[in-house]
């Protein structure tokens, strides 16, 4: 069993960052890929960036590659999510996700995790 709690959303303007944490409960951390979905208002939740169990493989949504960085500390299990250059289409609730670090695993479904967070809220004004 692993719970996951997010925090560092907020209110920001265009072109501001923020860095989202999420720390995780459970002994076997280092063994679950981790995954970061937002779910704006209306539409689905949709993935935006995952990482495998030991750092050495990121994936990114297009939309936001090159602007947020994944990265996880096992020691203190925690992922987090740097996330510059921020647009007024990021506005969502950010949630984290963790799943098992299986060969083939697709990063980018919501299917592909099993435990989540209960999200954070980021907005970007224009």
């Known amino acids: 069993q692993v719970q996951l709690v997010e925090s560092g959303g907020g209110l920001v303007q265009a072109g501001a960052s923020l860095r989202l944490a999420c720390v995780a409960s459970?002994?076997?951390?280092?063994?679950?890929?981790l995954g970061w979905f937002r779910q704006a208002p209306g539409k689905e939740r949709e993935f935006v960036a995952g990482?495998?169990?030991?750092?050495?493989?990121?994936y990114y949504a297009d939309s936001v590659k090159g602007r947020f960085t994944i990265s996880r500390d096992n020691a203190k299990n925690t992922v987090n999510l740097q996330m510059n250059s921020l647009k007024p289409e990021d506005t969502a609730t950010y949630y984290c996700?963790?799943?098992?670090?299986?060969?083939?695993?697709?990063?980018?479904?919501?299917?592909?995790?099993?435990?989540w967070g209960q999200g954070t809220q980021v907005t970007v004004s224009s």
């Open positions: 459970g002994r076997t951390f280092s063994s679950y890929a």
């Open positions: 990482i495998n169990w030991s750092g050495g493989s990121t």
């Open positions: 996700a963790a799943g098992p670090n299986a060969r083939g695993m697709n990063y980018y479904s919501t299917w592909a995790y099993d435990y």
